[in-house]
């Protein structure tokens, strides 16, 4: 369990939900690393000059999953499908 930090011996002591918050931890700590990666790119792409047309923000090179955006008619449906399930 390196990436994780723990030894073996550790990881066989823990419980589900300590696992389940240890993984969740590493997974964020992990998403965290590759979003000022991903900042870094973007402000590298616009001091490059003359190169660029219009200003790169860091969702335009790479979206997370929970980052895409829902266009507001599907939010709308999914909300009254849900409302009538209740």
Known sequence: MGRLGLAP???KTL????????MHHAV????DDWKRTRWLAAV???????????????TDLLK???EKKESS???????HG?????
């Open 44 to 58: 590298l792409v616009n001091i490059s000059g003359k190169s660029v047309k219009k200003v790169v923000t860091e």
């Open 28 to 31: 964020e700590a992990e998403k």
């Open 82 to 86: 849900k409302r009538r399930n209740q």
């Open 73 to 79: 008619l599907r939010a709308l449906l999914n909300s």
């Open 15 to 22: 419980t589900q939900a300590q696992l389940n918050a240890v």
């Open 64 to 66: 997370f999953e929970d």
């Open 9 to 11: 011996s550790e990881a």
